[in-house]
């Protein structure tokens, strides 16, 4: 293109809508194509952007021409300039879909200040740098075709001298329009990028290729024209003087032919070892009579292997040994430089001369050596490459003589070969991988079956053959509703239907359990994964079943195994809980969280050191220390409850072990002995009050009744019956103990019979049993307010009010104004009678001893046993209720205790 470039009349031609690529080769001709696409935008009242390459870092002439006055000021004073980095490349990277995003919104804001169109010309130098990828620039000038607007004109530069040969013929593909060597012309090239995807797109590319020749031919003849139109012979004259029209008419013919039959060959192969050999037969045909050496090379593995050789076997072999290189390593030589070369950019896409790229494989006096020897011509080699991947090469020998061959005609041929190539590999994965998938089906255990979008079957596999009973015979074209029980497809149906008109949510990659029926009519579960896909009838459905009968078996057995589990581990009377190594509670049951009175979840994440004394958590390490060693641990520790209680447990553990055998915490269950703790202090106690007491009474019976028959066998009458008086008393005393004892036994013992008890009455009745003693103490007893109706043992109640007046008179001391006093406090469940005095008084630290059995307080020597208090506390816990004391020494003390009330 020369400085002038192409006249404006040939820019006028581009319209909004248009996408044209401007080659350039040097500045002049980069500012001439520059000028002469803005000047027409800004006379069609065209907003024009200019968004300059890194070729314009000075400045110069890049800007917005946007002013409406004198076009040549238009075209040189800059109003606005975009750098690469603002527009193109943002935040390191150029993104095609923010570009066109960037475009709508400066067409909308041109048409909005008035502009009739928006016109874009940008320098793609900025592409060169590492951070914009060739292919994210192909893809925006595809994506360009498809722009929506139309009120929109996209002029895009290249630097022929900067961009790699492979690039510039992805651009060319990209492009409708083309401006080059002075003229705006419709692109022949231009491929679709959707067209690369089809079948027969060989045959697309050779028309393209036809096309670029037919239109060089009506180029030729318009020029000619031209001259024809200034006084010269006519253009058909001058055509033919300059171009045999027989010769350039044949050489049209001979070419089409030549690559239709190639392409259609090529279309045809089935397998890649006979698309080589074809390769080799029809480069041939186009080279003529020569020796040709192809190779095949595949990018991902690295390996070149020979595929066909073409032309006098004994030459070639006789010629490989002479320069010592055998077909394969020269075509393998040729086919690596030409890839190392084209990395540099520096190698034209056809390729130069074999001896150029070879110098370092074989010196030129040997090539010399060789074409005298065989009386050889040029020689030359060819790469086949689509789309930037090296596919093989060609070593191609003519003889000495023979036309040499038309470059352009190979390499269309080579571009062809290169995309059947890439289509026959790409179509051999295909197949591979869909006869993998078919063996996987056929043998797989699971059913597979596959139903068109109708629901009829289409496939069916072995495992299915097996699962169903059906054979492939029978099966196929039969609905799937046949696999179905009865009384559910009425559901199916609807579920299917659904799922179909929502776009298949119930079908599509979801697995769905359900129930399928035999040939045989038996029903079983089974489980399906369904996906969804597009076949040449339409969508169809494959689906992969599984009979789950086994397994829906064992997950019944599961849950009610881990139901039982359950309801042991929540409602068992024990404690349970998991703790881990470092004493740390993990999860406890219902029963721990009682025992330690807190609420549920409260104990998780709880160490056993918050929850014991220093005394306790001591022990507790000692028996981590046993667990870590594999010993299993039976003990007994305190612990304190949250409302501050101390209770004793026993704790049997077990330690647990992760697979590597590592000691990961103990399992344990435990129980609250603090009331069996106290059971058996009280039977110690009173094991010993029996063996002392009692014995002691009847060691005295005993020693009276000796002493009596003594004396009557002595005649001392009188003092015989002394003695037996007083056995008698001594009796009586046993016998009380004995009747204390048996009410202290059997106050736990669940209530007997239980009536509507007036409170009143009952203690009228202990008043009057205790008449004397309150008469000789002189107590006065005072009953506040009215006693609820309550709903007990009368038995019961009578204890308990006997043993708590009668203890309160007992340990009046020496208070010359004894005072008792009977009375109700609190409402409801709260409410509690007590008997109140002012005698000696309790200490505090003995308020909770004074409910344990033959425990005796004070100096005073009383009678009894100690166990009235006791035998109160025993029972009212009978009842459900609770007793308690409040008291101070020589301020008397007041006993409570609850009791339901009647209804």
Known sequence: MGTDGPNVSDMDKLKPGDHVCILFKDGDERRSAFTRVVLPGLKGNEKVVYIRGDADADGSGAGVYGSRGDENAAATAGVLTFSADQTCVRGGSFDPDDMLAWIEEQADAALSQGYDAFRLITDAGWALRDVAGADRLIEFEHKLNRFSRRDCTFACLYDMGRFHPMILLGVLNAHPKIIYGAELLDNYYHVEEEDFAVEDYPRIALEKYLGSLQAFHAHIRAVLGFGAAAGCASSDALL?????????EGYYSRSLALLSRAASRFVEARLEDDLWRMIGEE????????????????????????????????????????????????????????????????????????AEISAPLISSH?????????????????????????LGGAVIVTLKGTAYPNKLLIEAFARIAAIAIQRRRAESGLEESEQRFRTLVHSAHDAIATCDSEGLIISWNEGAREMFGYGEEEILGESILTLMPDDRRGEYVARLTEGISAGDPFLV?????????????????????????????????????????????????????????????ENTGEGIAVVDEDERILFANPTGHDIFGVEQGVLAGRSLRDLTDDRGFSLLREQTIRRKKGEKSRYEVDIIRADGKRRTILVTSTPRFDKEGCFIG??????????????????????????HDLRGLLAVVEGFNLTAIDALEGGDGERGMRCLSSAVDATRRANVYIASLLDYATARQPEGRITHVDAEEVLLEVFND??????????????????????????????VFLNLIGNAIKYMGGNPEPRIEVG??????????????????IPADKLEDVFLPFERLGEEKTDGLGIGLATVRRAVEAWGGKVWAESAPGEGAAFYFTLPAAD
């Open 509 to 569: 990659n979801k697995i769905v359990v359900g129930y399928g029926k035999r040939k045989d009519g038996g029903v079983f579960p089974l489980e399906i994964s369904t996906s969804a896909w597009e076949g040449e009838e339409g969508r169809c459905y494959t689906g992969v079943i599984r009979d789950i009968t086994e397994r829906k078996s064992l997950e019944e057995a599961l849950l009610e195994s881990e139901w039982r589990y359950r309801e042991l581990f």
């Open 824 to 841: 109700v406090t609190g409402e409801g469940k709260e409410a509690a009678i007590y008997v109140r005095d002012n005698g000696i008084g």
């Open 283 to 354: 480069l041939e045909r186009i080279v003529g009579e020569s020796f040709i050496i192809v190779s095949s090379f595949d990018e991902c593995t690295g390996e070149a292997s020979l595929r066909a050789v073409m032309g006098d076997q004994d030459v070639i072999s006789e010629a490989a040994a002479m320069i010592g290189r055998d077909p394969l390593s020269i075509t393998l030589g040729v086919t690596e430089d030409v890839k190392r070369i084209s990395l540099r950019g520096e190698l034209a896409h056809f390729g130069g001369g074999l």
């Open 366 to 390: 040997v090539w010399e050596e060789w074409r005298e020897s065989f009386d050889l011509g040029d020689v030359f080699g060819i790469s086949f490459t689509n789309r930037g991947e090296l």
């Open 770 to 799: 205790l008449e004397q003693d309150i008469l000789e103490k002189g107590v006065e007893i005072t009953v506040i307010g009215n006693l609820p109706s309550v709903e007990v043992s009368p038995v019961k109640m009578r204890q």
């Open 240 to 248: 033919e003087q300059a171009i045999p029209a027989s010769a350039l």
């Open 666 to 691: 103990s399992f344990g269950v435990f129980s609250d002995i603090t009331e069996r703790k106290m059971m058996d202090k009280e039977l110690e106690a009173f094991a010993h009050t029996v063996s």
